[in-house]
Nanobody
Framework: QVQLVESGGGLVQAGGSLRLSCLTS????????MGWFRQSPGKGREFVAG??????YYTTSVKGRFTISRDNAKNTVYLQMKSLKPEDTAVYYC??????????????????WGQGTQVTVSS
């Protein structure tokens, strides 16, 4: 059974930092694209960052503030978030593809999802 489990969310003041983790189990995603999405109340789930074997991708609003990385030995993908803003408040989801090598930004192109972790940034 494939599982993606996020952790690391919480409440932080604007300007602060958090690091999210996504631990995978049940299969190997070493060479598969993985991504982080987020969803705030009343909005759709949006792409935040993605990572392939050697490349990273970010949505414009988080470039320079967020960093996605992966440790294949630990079956874990991370999202380091710095200079957090109130508009970053959302539930953050980890996602993985079962095939392919390219990061995409559409929710439907990912096959596995975690349960989400809440990030709240106070002003």
């Amino acid at each position: 059974q494939v599982q993606l489990v996020e952790s690391g969310g919480g409440l932080v003041q604007a300007g602060g930092s958090l690091r999210l983790s996504c631990l995978t189990s049940g299969r190997t995603f070493d060479r598969r694209p993985m991504g982080w999405f987020r969803q705030s109340p009343g909005k759709g789930r949006e792409f935040v960052a993605g990572i392939t074997w050697g490349d990273t991708y970010y949505t414009t609003s988080v470039k320079g503030r967020f960093t996605i990385s992966r440790d294949n030995a630990k079956n874990t993908v991370y999202l380091q978030m710095k200079s957090l803003k109130p508009e970053d408040t959302a539930v953050y989801y980890c996602a993985a593809k079962s095939a392919g090598l390219i990061v995409t930004t559409t929710r439907s192109s990912y096959d596995y999802w975690g349960q989400g972790t809440q990030v709240t940034v106070s002003s």
